[in-house]
């Protein structure tokens, strides 16, 4: 009897194992999956929610048009007034559903570009395109229909290409007036600095001295034809500081005193840059001189 006790205790502490992991796992899986909503940024995920809704809207317009279009033929014989309404109803459909289809292609791409895997929004987008897949199907038979009926229905597929082939065009060059505005700031915005000790710059083709007379009351300064490989290239809206973890430091080339700060007590750990639009309007080369 005890060894049937101690078998059966064993045997439930088993199942009761087997099921609490179970449930970890589960309410592991879970977290997972709020972690990676998480992980999408919120105009991200607006970005996904509004393409959605205006593919689910596109498709009731649809459905709301072909209802439209029913009730129009229903009475066999169709006016020439009516066809040319039923023709614009159409012409809309195909409108509407060359949006989806973008739509749809815009979120396919930025879910297979995106470092996080979400699998919900990945089988929100396929039902979607299946969804535009099977109405472009019906919107060409229903267009079958209609020509049996004998209701000339006009080219509407060229029209329509025609038409998304000039939106895209207007896209591009939007698109490359973008690009050529974001290089022209990063230009604008790109900054470089040296640093060295006098022999170093000296030797690197940096700096030179100018005035004085035997070499007397000269200044060091940024050489006409400098080594440019020497810089460091670096962006000046993220550049804030500088670490020199150095003895003293000196700024060879002529920066606004109120627009920097190096700090440190004895020695010169880091060069601040206080006010950056003052600072690197002097100039976009920055040389420091460390000892």
């Known amino acids: 009897m005890k060894r049937t006790l101690i078998v059966l205790f064993t045997f439930l502490t088993l199942v009761g194992c087997n099921t609490k992991k179970k449930e970890i796992e589960r309410l592991q899986t879970k977290n997972d999956s709020l972690m990676q909503v998480a992980q999408l940024n919120e105009e991200s995920l607006y970005d996904y929610i509004s393409s959605f809704n205006e593919i689910q809207r596109n498709?009731?317009?649809?459905?709301?048009?072909?209802?439209?279009?029913?009730?129009?033929?229903?009475?066999?014989?169709?006016?020439?007034?009516?066809?040319?309404?039923?023709?614009?109803?159409?012409?809309?459909?195909?409108?509407?559903?060359?949006?989806?289809?973008?739509?749809?292609?815009?979120?396919?791409?930025?879910?297979?570009?995106?470092?996080?895997?979400?699998?919900?929004?990945?089988?929100?987008?396929?039902?979607?395109?299946?969804?535009?897949?099977?109405?472009?199907?019906?919107?060409?038979?229903?267009?079958?229909?209609?020509?049996?009926?004998?209701?000339?229905?006009?080219?509407?597929?060229?029209?329509?290409?025609?038409?998304?082939?000039?939106?895209?065009?207007?896209?591009?060059?939007?698109?490359?007036?973008?690009?050529?505005?974001?290089?022209?700031?990063?230009?604008?915005?790109?900054?470089?600095?040296?640093?060295?000790t006098k022999k170093e710059l000296s030797d690197n083709n940096i700096i030179t001295k100018e005035g004085g007379f035997l070499g007397i009351g000269s200044t060091k300064t940024l050489k006409e034809d400098f080594n440019k490989d020497y810089f460091t290239k670096v962006d000046i809206t993220r550049l804030e500081y500088i670490p020199l973890g150095t003895k003293k430091a000196k700024l060879i080339t002529k920066h606004p005193a109120t627009a920097y700060r190096i700090s440190g007590e004895k020695r010169a750990d880091t060069l601040f840059i206080t006010n950056p639009s003052e600072f690197w309007a002097a100039g976009k080369y920055l040389v420091i001189e460390v000892e």
Request: overall charge negative.
């Open 59 to 196: 498709l009731d317009s649809i459905k709301a048009l072909e209802n439209i279009i029913n009730v129009r033929t229903a009475g066999g014989e169709v006016k020439s007034s009516t066809k040319e309404q039923i023709n614009e109803d159409i012409k809309i459909i195909y409108e509407l559903l060359a949006k989806n289809k973008k739509l749809v292609a815009s979120l396919q791409k930025k879910l297979s570009s995106s470092d996080v895997r979400m699998a919900e929004l990945e089988k929100m987008v396929t039902y979607l395109n299946t969804q535009v897949e099977e109405k472009d199907a019906h919107i060409n038979t229903l267009r079958g229909e209609l020509e049996k009926m004998n209701i000339q229905l006009a080219n509407l597929s060229s029209q329509v290409a025609e038409l998304e082939e000039v939106t895209q065009q207007k896209e591009e060059e939007i698109q490359k007036h973008k690009e050529e505005i974001e290089i022209k700031t990063s230009l604008l915005n790109m900054a470089y600095y040296a640093i060295g």
